[in-house]
């Protein structure tokens, strides 16, 4: 089996070497061990010398964001004929020596998505704050998981790691529309897709000077990392999304007209909560509104079902030219 191990690095000039070097050129079932560097728009020597350490170097001058250089990673990887892709960060958070555990699982064939587990303990398995974590990135990230597990009916400690490993299956369902990250968007498409998703817990390193590059302002992450799940949510399970949507109305409208509707029966008033009556008849049809929407888009996602089958056809009949 051929694994690609992929870096997607903007101004790691520091670590890069000690990355490539440190990674496993010898792992059970693999075959061949391929080494990429993805530039995102670095204006330091990342790009030469990952050149220079033996790495592919792909990627420009210009910063287009996680999400843009991971669909170009996996273009890459598929047209090459990878079996298994690795993405690990260049700033050596993670362990290269770790990456064997991440593939076993696939090669193997228990998995078709690996994902690593910052918050439980590779030793004890137990669930805590790694070493330096800020706490608001730690219980943003633990809401995260939350959510996606809710919404994929599946349940994740950790949805937004970027340490993770896919096989070509994997790679070939992944249509990622996101402009921000892919991180969570990945794991409910995959789910939504049957995959077989198996997360791995992994030590990882938290410097306490160091500053995100994706995450700039934990309140600005938080809200579009929400946005992309309800999206995701929208397209994969329309109509669970819009009938959740319509319950808030429904609830309210239902309230406002049964104190309505006891208030005409007690006294043969309408007077003096007509408003509350108004209220109340504006809310329920709003929820049936929003419940006819989620039948309309419920039919949709059907059309949307069938695309996803054709555009992964196209990626597989294009690995065979």
Request: contains cysteine.
């Amino acid at each position: 089996m051929k694994l690609t191990v992929v870096s997607i690095c903007k101004n790691e000039a520091a670590t890069i070497t000690e990355l490539i070097d440190r990674i496993p050129k010898k792992i059970k079932g693999i075959t061949k061990v391929d080494v990429v560097v993805m530039n995102d728009g670095s204006t330091d020597d990342t790009a030469a010398i990952a050149k220079q350490a033996g790495a592919t170097v792909l990627g420009d001058d210009h910063s287009r964001g996680l999400a843009y250089r991971f669909r170009e990673m996996v273009d890459y990887a598929l047209e090459q004929g990878t079996d298994i892709l690795v993405n690990i960060d260049g700033d050596l958070q993670f362990l290269p020596e770790e990456i064997p555990f991440l593939v076993a699982p696939i090669v193997e064939g228990k998995a078709d998505f690996v994902a690593s587990d910052r918050f439980s303990d590779p030793k004890t398995g137990k669930v805590r704050r790694p070493e330096n974590m800020p706490p608001a990135k730690y219980y943003g990230n633990k809401l995260g998981a939350k959510i996606v597990s809710n919404l994929s009916k599946r349940t994740f400690n950790d949805v937004t790691c970027g340490f993770r490993a896919y096989n070509q299956k994997a790679l070939i369902a992944l249509n990622i529309n996101t402009k921000h990250t892919y991180t969570q968007e990945s794991f409910q498409v995959l789910a939504a897709k049957h995959m077989r998703i198996v997360t791995v817990p992994t030590t990882v390193k938290y410097y306490p000077d160091r500053k995100s590059r994706v995450v700039t302002s934990v309140p600005k992450y938080m809200l579009t990392s929400a946005v992309n799940i309800l999206r995701a949510f929208r397209d994969f399970a329309p109509l669970r999304f819009f009938i959740t949507l319509g319950l808030v109305p429904f609830v309210l409208g239902a309230i406002c007209l049964g104190f309505f509707i006891g208030h005409y029966l007690v006294t043969s008033q309408f007077s003096p909560y007509k408003a509350v009556g108004f209220t109340g008849v504006y809310l329920v049809s709003l929820a049936l509104f929003l419940w006819g929407l989620g039948l309309m888009a419920d039919m949709l996602a059907r059309v949307l079902n069938n695309q996803e089958k054709i555009y992964e056809h196209l990626r597989r009949n294009a690995l065979k030219k």
